[in-house]
């Protein structure tokens, strides 16, 4: 708007007062030197409404403010796209801001409430960093994310501290042996023929196998046919 507004601001000529219909009946030029010019736009950009990636130039530019980061925090991603973090239990508001290229600003505040969270508890228990308490972060960098220690009862940040699952044979049964540590997680076995298909992944014909004392559970397939692979599933239950 600063290009607009400057041309706005010049004086206006009718250059053709014979045609009622002219399009330069309103023509802004600019004064220099006893003559008049007209207000070249040299160059021509397109800037999008709203950024498509962080850092982006465009008409409107987002940014936030947490009043407990301790509660909750958040990050931006696409340039537009907000993403809250809860970090222990309790309130915060999150107040949101959009600024236009001329200083023009909006602003909406968001009221955060974070419940216990047992899953929350064992990452904070565990000193896992704020930045890293995300179901898939994986802060010792031994391959298993957060979400799977914790459902396996591993240590976040001790790497091969976790009992992964194992496969093995039970006669005529493919097996996948693991520790069910939690009762807020959904254990799921599923199986596959196909490991560059995602979606082939199903729980048919998988006996899900009960937990002993200490949460050690055995799903079994029969074996027979094409070659199969097992995987251990886990999902937070609300």
Known sequence: ?????????????????????????????????????????????????????????????????????????????????????????????????????NGNAAQTTLAVTVIPDPFLAYLTAAGVPPAQRAPTADPD?????????YALGGDPLSPGATDIPVCGLNGGNLTLTYKRATSDIAYAVQTTTNLTTPSSWTTANVTQGTPATDGLTTATIPLGGPARFLRLRVALTP
């Open 1 to 101: 708007m600063t290009i607009v507004d400057t041309l706005a601001a010049q004086p206006l000529y009718n250059l053709d007062s014979s045609n009622p219909f002219t399009p330069f009946g309103s023509t802004p030029l600019i004064p220099f030197n006893g003559q008049l010019y007209y207000c070249a736009v040299n160059t021509v950009a397109v800037v999008p409404l709203f950024p498509n990636t962080n850092g982006q130039t465009a008409v409107i530019a987002f940014t936030f403010s947490s009043s407990a980061p301790a509660i909750a925090i958040a990050t931006l991603s696409n340039g537009r796209t907000l993403t809250l973090l809860p970090l222990a239990a309790g309130n915060s508001n999150l107040s949101l801001t959009a600024t236009d290229t």
């Open 141 to 149: 960098a031994d391959g298993i994310p957060n979400l799977l220690e």
